[in-house]
């Protein structure tokens, strides 16, 4: 696919997914949503980590409401099952860890569709906003599923009927992201996370994610099987191999994410 709504690279078993409509505040439409799918998708195989960030200053403002095609057949249900599934799915269903830098705010489904990663790190100075009722709509895109999750009942609830800004320090602390740092040094700080991954045991992150998942519907007895299953994987690997002979010599290991 031919990506012209966002910018794609891989360095260093990176894989970089830049939503690439600045002058739109990388609003979501209809063509960027099947790029981000086909990006992300693309990333999971050719890279050991996956970053989703924004051109601009914005990350993500959410859905286009100018977009002519969305307008011109405004089937919300057919959208988001259609076109905002696939994405969060890709994303979520991932086999190789994604993060989410967010660069600026995040609103509406911009905002869910960072929460659809599995480490999110903003810069000082985002924020994220429910914006949805503010025309008359329910959070989407994953929201009502994400927020209580991540925040609770009561902040999620209270996020979804104020429509209030979120900053980025208040996000960090009801649990909603992973971290928030100086803006000076974002850049910096979300590569230093991301080479961190990029150079782990992959194997056991896509069975941490396996479990981690499971166990939001498991009861405690089904969730330690599904830890001796997929441990007992883990203990199948190249990278356990190494990390134990590693320890044993005192070294730093080198995981071959394998």
Not at 118 to 139: K, R
């Amino acid at each position: 696919m031919i990506y012209d709504t966002i910018t794609y690279e891989v360095a260093e078993n990176i894989a970089t997914v830049t939503l690439n409509r600045p002058d739109k505040m990388n609003a979501l439409n209809t063509q960027m949503r099947a790029e981000i799918t086909d990006a992300v998708a693309r990333g999971g195989r050719e890279a050991r980590v996956v970053v989703l960030t924004g051109e601009g200053r914005a990350f993500c403002s959410g859905q286009d409401l100018g977009d002519r095609e969305t307008a011109a057949n405004l089937d919300l249900e057919r959208v988001l099952r259609d076109e905002y599934v696939p994405m969060l799915k890709a994303i979520y269903d991932c086999p190789v860890p994604t993060i989410c830098a967010v660069n600026g705010p995040a609103a509406g489904a911009g905002a869910n569709l960072a929460l659809s990663a599995d480490v999110v790190i903003a810069t000082e100075s985002a924020f994220f906003m429910q914006a949805f009722t503010q025309i008359g709509l329910i959070p989407d895109a994953g929201g009502t599923w994400f927020l209580p999750r991540q925040m609770g009942m009561a902040k999620a609830m209270g996020a979804a009927l104020f429509a209030d800004r979120i900053s980025a320090a208040q996000a960090d602390a009801w649990g909603m992201i992973w971290e928030h740092v100086p803006d000076e040094a974002f850049r910096a700080h979300v590569g230093k996370r991301a080479a961190h991954l990029a150079n782990g045991p992959t194997m056991a992150y896509a069975r941490i994610k396996q479990a981690m998942f499971a166990a939001q519907d498991n009861t405690l007895e089904a969730q330690l099987g599904v830890e001796a299953k997929l441990q007992g994987e883990c203990g199948k690997t190249r990278d356990f191999k190494e990390g134990v002979v590693a320890f044993m010599e005192k070294r730093p290991p080198v995981y071959e994410g394998r």
